[in-house]
T-cell receptor, first 112, second 115 residues
Framework: SQQGEEDPQALSIQEGENATMNCSYK?????LQWYRQNSGRGLVHLIL?????REKHSGRLRVTLDTSKKSSSLLITASRAADTASYFC????????????FGIGTKLQVIP | DTEVTQTPKHLVMGMTNKKSLKCEQH?????MYWYKQKAKKPPELMFV???????INESVPSRFSPECPNSSLLNLHLHALQPEDSALYLC??????????????FGEGSRLTVL
């Protein structure tokens, strides 16, 4: 079964706005990662946050992790049409650190 | 070289055929993964190899047979598949960091259609 559950499942915003996606998970983790997937393509790693970290930044991306609530959020600032994609959180730790399982994902549409 | 290469990109096979999907990476990663992804769903973990040994099998039916002949190659042998096995099959690799998981590098996938 999937570890993570993303919220919302679909998000449509105007270019220039910020997009926030949330992920909740069920069991303890070592790391949480966020990936992006353009339609029908492979996944691209965006950012990894370790269980002892609370916040991480990479360019226009900001990820937070709250292990007490078993949740994470991904913020994309100043969105662009090229950010249109599906975004997945991925967690390990359930059944072994290499068992990386993906949440259901958020489909983001950025309207030019 | 930060690429994971999957072949073929597309595969159509009948239920009695035997075919293989191939995955190659030259990043020195010692963990390799197979995922299956149905349309509008997240990737589902199938198998993990660590140091060329099968470390995780997510109760995948035996009609899927993985093989890791060396540290750069990962195969998925397919036999007697069902139409519901039609999906995008994704290969990934990562470094092995003791007790931790690193970034997964994914290939573009092999889109399989079973008739």
């Amino acid at each position: 079964s999937q570890q993570g559950e993303e919220d919302p499942q679909a998000l449509s915003i105007q270019e220039g706005e910020n997009a926030t996606m949330n992920c909740s998970y069920k069991t303890s983790i070592n790391n949480l990662q966020w990936y992006r997937q353009n339609s029908g393509r492979g996944l691209v790693h965006l950012i990894l946050i370790r269980s002892n970290e609370r916040e991480k930044h990479s360019g226009r991306l900001r990820v937070t992790l709250d292990t007490s609530k078993k949740s994470s959020s991904l913020l994309i600032t100043a969105s662009r049409a090229a950010d249109t994609a599906s975004y997945f959180c991925a967690t390990d730790g359930s059944g072994g650190y290499q068992k990386v399982t993906f949440g259901i994902g958020t489909k983001l549409q950025v309207i030019p | 070289d930060t690429e994971v290469t999957q072949t073929p990109k597309h595969l159509v096979m009948g239920m009695t055929n035997k075919k293989s999907l191939k995955c190659e990476q030259h990043m020195g990663h010692r963990a390799m993964y197979w995922y299956k992804q149905k349309a509008k769903k997240p990737p589902e973990l199938m198998f993990v190899y660590s140091y060329e040994k099968l470390s995780i099998n997510e109760s995948v039916p035996s009609r899927f047979s993985p093989e890791c002949p060396n540290s750069s190659l990962l195969n998925l042998h397919l036999h007697a598949l069902q139409p519901e096995d039609s999906a995008l099959y994704l290969c990934a690799s990562s470094q092995i960091i003791t007790g931790n998981t690193g970034e997964l590098f994914f290939g573009e996938g092999s889109r399989l259609t079973v008739l």
